[in-house]
């Protein structure tokens, strides 16, 4: 199983957008430095708790920094983007990197990010597939016509072609239940963000749609699965649970408040009323049982273990500062214990 590290370049209360920036390079190049696999952006707009609104440049700035590391995007949120430019940018970063780039792409869960940019959100999806089609099309041909409802173009040639070939490795994120199906048909590998919606407990019927949906579309190979999950290792249980405690319940009440704003907007699947009040409603130890792995490192390799049977997880990309509260000693001691101690068990 592979393990990556999962920022969002977040900007605590009183932190400068400089000394983000300045504290998530410092992490990424720790990472580094520790042997960590590879790094994953996330993609924010119009929040005042991160800075990452631009993760291809970000992805750009790592690559030059770094010599190893990999570095994936989870997720370039394709419908607000112009499929030509991220075809150009990956492939561009592709080759600054010298071919260590991953593309993970979504729709986007929130309408309101789509509004800034007056992309109606109920078009998300329709854009979502249009445009993918279009990103690996400009890849893997020397020129490609394409006609949707939302693009065209005629006989077209984009260059920079990718380093790695056919084309970077492409995953997509899934954050609701209807998702997985069909990304099964269309044979990419998936990136789950369990937040808001699902229990990890409550996965593996999902994750088994997407792997039927996979084999039936006549796809070669094995699916892979990535799970998103925080992760925090302390030396002790009693500073494993308290330390993320107050960032934890942070990013609880701010997931909850945001998916009751976003209740009933056209495009949403599900009862999102419903589960804003489920997220409003847990506690820290239900968080503990469903959402997260934190403890002693023996502890959270087991939790880890027993997740990568249940689900049959090739990759976990972890968070070291869920709710963006946590300082960065703090987020370091975590990285160096999940390295040291952890992911060393699963090799």
């Excluded at 173009?153 to 997509?172: A, E, M, S, T």
Aim: charged share 20%; aromatic share 10%; net charge negative.
């Amino acid at each position: 199983m592979d393990f990556g590290l999962f920022i969002e370049f977040p900007c605590r209360e009183g932190m400068t957008d400089r000394e983000a920036f300045a504290e998530c390079f410092a992490l990424v190049d720790a990472a580094e430095a520790l042997g960590v696999n590879s790094v994953w952006l996330a993609e924010y707009h119009f929040s005042p708790i991160s800075v990452l609104s631009s993760p291809i440049t970000i992805a750009s700035a790592i690559a030059a920094r770094t010599q190893r590391i990999r570095i994936g995007l989870a997720v370039v949120l394709l419908p607000l983007a112009h499929p030509i430019h991220i075809a150009e940018d990956i492939a561009t970063v592709d080759h600054i990197s010298q071919g260590r780039v991953e593309l993970g792409v979504g729709r986007g869960t929130f309408p309101d990010t789509h509004d800034g940019f007056n992309s109606p959100f109920a078009e998300s999806r329709e854009r979502f597939d249009e445009y993918l089609e279009i990103i690996v099309k400009a890849w893997t041909q020397e020129r490609f016509s394409f006609t949707g409802k939302h693009y065209r173009c005629d006989n077209l040639w984009v260059r920079p072609k990718p380093l790695q070939q056919p084309h970077p490795p492409i995953r997509v994120g899934i954050t609701s239940e209807v998702t997985f199906p069909l990304i099964g048909r269309l044979g990419f590998p998936i990136i789950i963000n369990p937040s808001r919606v699902f229990a990890l407990s409550e996965l593996a019927p999902y994750i088994q749609q997407y792997r039927e949906a996979w084999h039936e579309a006549g796809h070669a190979g094995a699916p892979q699965v990535g799970l998103r999950v925080p992760l925090y290792v302390a030396k002790t249980a009693e500073r494993a649970y308290a330390e993320p405690k107050a960032s934890t319940m942070a990013a609880v009440k701010g997931l909850g408040d945001r998916v009751a704003g976003s209740a009933s907007r056209v495009g949403t699947t599900g009862d999102w009323s419903a589960q804003a009040e489920h997220v409003r409603r847990m506690s820290y130890e239900d968080w503990l049982r469903d959402k997260v792995v934190y403890g002693i490192p023996e502890i959270v390799v087991e939790r880890l273990h027993q997740l990568r049977e249940e689900l049959d997880l090739t990759q976990i990309l972890y968070e070291v500062n869920y709710g963006r509260q946590i300082p960065y000693a703090l987020q370091l001691e975590n990285l160096r214990l999940i390295n040291e101690r952890v992911i060393p068990q699963f090799k």
